[in-house]
C-alpha cells in the first residue's frame, strides 16, 4: 500500500512529535542493513568515520565500540533527527568520542580528507541532485578511502509502489554505480542485502588514488 505522503516526508526529513516516535521506529527497523554496512566498512581502532544522515545515531555508536582512537562524525539535517542523537548518545558526545553535525549533505562541514571511511544508508532517495552530496562525500575522504552508500533500489518493486515518488527518488543500480564513478569513486562493486521482502543494494568503492581534491568556490 502506498504510504501517505505525511508519512514519506518523516523519512525524508524527521519532525515535530512525529519525528520523535519516526526516530526512535526508524532506528530498530534499519538496524540489520545498518549492521551490514559496518561490516563492509571494516572498521578499525584509528579509523576516522562519517556517517551521511545519520539519523538517530545507533548506527554511529555502534561503530563507537571499535573506534576506540579515532574520530567519529554524524550529519543530519533534521533538528528532530539531531536532538535525538545528542541526547540519547550524551555520554558518547560528553566524551567527545561522537560528534552530531547539524547541517546537509551538499555542504560538509569538513576539510578535504578528513575521513577514511564514510557511510549513508536510506539517505540517497532525498537528494535531489546527488552528484553533488556524493562529490562532497568523495572530497571529504582520504584518496584510498572506503565508501559505503545502502539504498533499496528501483529494482525492489515494493519500494517503488509503496513511496511517493516526489519525495523518494528511486534510483536503479546502475545508476547509481554511475554516479559514484562521476563523483570521483573507483573499484566500486555491489553487494545485496534482504530485509523480509526489502532489497538493499550496497555499493562499496574507495576515493579514487591520487585524485585531487578540486578547489569549492567559497559559498556566501
Ligand atoms: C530514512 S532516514 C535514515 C536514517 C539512518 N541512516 C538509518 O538508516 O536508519 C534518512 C535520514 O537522512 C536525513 N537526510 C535526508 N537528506 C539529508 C541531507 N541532504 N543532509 C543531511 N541529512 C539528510 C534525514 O533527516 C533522515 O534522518
Not at 512525529?18 to 581502532?45: C, H, S, W, Y
Request: proline share 5%.
Amino acid at each position: 500500500m502506498r504510504k501517505p505522503r505525511f508519512i514519506a516526508e518523516q523519512g525524508r526529513q524527521p519532525s515535530g512529535l512525529l519525528g520523535q516516535i519516526v526516530a526512535r521506529v526508524m532506528a530498530k527497523e534499519t538496524a540489520g542493513e545498518n549492521d551490514f554496512a559496518l561490516k563492509l566498512l571494516q572498521l578499525q581502532p584509528e579509523d576516522a568515520v562519517l556517517e551521511i544522515g545519520c539519523g538517530h545515531g545507533e548506527t554511529l555508536a555502534k561503530c563507537a565500540n571499535v573506534v576506540s582512537r579515532g574520530i567519529l562524525r554524524g550529519i543530519d539535517f533534521s533538528p528532530v533527527m539531531h536532538r535525538h542523537a545528542m541526547r540519547r548518545h550524551r555520554r558518547l558526545v560528553a566524551e567527545k568520542r561522537i560528534e552530531f553535525h547539524l547541517g546537509s549533505s551538499d555542504q560538509l562541514p569538513f576539510d578535504d580528507e578528513t575521513f577514511n571511511r564514510a557511510f549513508a544508508v536510506h539517505t540517497i532517495y532525498f537528494w535531489k541532485t546527488p552528484l553533488d552530496h556524493l562529490a562532497e562525500a568523495c572530497r571529504v575522504l582520504n584518496p584510498g578511502g572506503r565508501f559505503v552508500l545502502g539504498f533499496r533500489p528501483a529494482e525492489d518493486p515494493g519500494f517503488r509502489a509503496t513511496y511517493p515518488s516526489e519525495i523518494y527518488h528511486i534510483r536503479p543500480e546502475a545508476e547509481v554505480v554511475q554516479l559514484a564513478e562521476d563523483a570521483g569513486f573507483e573499484s566500486i562493486d555491489l553487494r545485496r542485502h534482504t530485509r523480509g521482502k526489502a532489497r538493499i543494494s550496497f555499493l562499496l568503492a574507495q576515493k579514487k588514488e591520487g585524485r585531487q581534491t578540486e578547489a569549492v568556490p567559497v559559498r556566501s
